[in-house]
């Protein structure tokens, strides 16, 4: 780890990332995107790997995940083999912006909590469209403001609790983004966070094994890294979750056809 590690770092370390909406977020963005047996699929951000080990394991697909941590990517590779999906799974390290991909390559695209991150938001979904078959279907599941504008707090809370260069849209905003890059038939769901249902979302998509491996991982990184101690102090003192929450701040399903 750098100097001065953020996010992403601490994530990748124990191993876990954060998916809002949980398996049936992922599931109901799978149904959308018609992924089924024999479709190659790739996963734009695939954090610890585990959306691509599930895809490849339920569905039988061949999976490409990408995601800009090395330490992410090797974390996949890990889940990968676990799995027992490794002959079906690649991962390799590479930016939203700039996929090393050849054009009309995938028959679907998803992303899940990732496209709030990229500076150039409609760059990385002109890129998920270059890589898509015609007729195949690029799917984002992502937070999402429900009412515009939100208050300071809900920035702020946003800012510490999704890392701090996230910036979320409005539905209508994420629309735009897939009607400007050339997408159509699009579909749009937004949800309500509940923050319980958020938590026991981690649980099953990990697993009891999962998240103690995720646990043992979390204490030995705070045991032996200050860093790490200052950032989990920082992020108690300001981590309060914000009570209008569920009025202002959720997410969405927004998927279109290439």
């Not at 047996?37 to 734009?44: A, H, I």
């Not at 790997?49 to 569905?59: D, L, M, N």
């Not at 690649?90 to 990229?118: K, Y």
């Not at 998920?128 to 015609?134: E, I, L």
């Amino acid at each position: 780890m750098e100097n001065e590690p953020n996010f992403f770092d601490f994530a990748a370390e124990v191993g876990l990332t954060k998916h809002l909406g949980g398996l049936g977020a992922t599931e109901e963005l799978i149904e959308l995107c018609h992924i089924g047996e024999g479709k190659y699929v790739l996963d734009v951000g695939c954090g610890a790997g585990v959306t691509p080990s599930f895809i490849a394991k339920r569905y039988g697909c061949r999976v490409v995940g990408v995601d800009i941590s090395e330490g992410m990517i090797e974390r996949s590779e890990e889940r990968a083999k676990r799995e027992g999906v490794a002959d079906r799974v690649e991962f390799r390290v590479a930016d939203a912006q700039e996929l090393p991909f050849e054009d009309d390559l995938f028959d679907a695209v998803i992303t899940e909590s990732v496209t709030a991150f990229p500076e150039d938001k409609q760059r990385a979904v002109n890129e998920y469209v270059r890589v898509t078959k015609p007729g195949g279907y690029v799917g984002l599941s992502e937070s999402t403001w429900l009412k515009v504008p939100p208050p300071p707090e809900l920035v702020a809370w946003a800012s510490q609790d999704l890392s701090a260069n996230v910036k979320p849209l409005t539905s209508g905003d994420w629309v735009g983004l897939l009607e400007r890059a050339g997408l159509r038939e699009i579909v749009v769901r937004t949800y309500e966070i509940d923050t319980r249902k958020e938590a026991k979302g981690i649980l099953q998509r990990y697993g009891c094994r999962g998240m103690l491996g995720v646990l043992c991982r979390t204490l030995s990184l705070y045991a032996r890294s200050p860093a790490y101690r200052r950032f989990v102090k920082e992020v108690g003192e300001d981590g309060v979750t914000p009570e209008n929450l569920d009025e202002y701040f959720g997410y969405g399903i927004y998927l279109g056809r290439k």
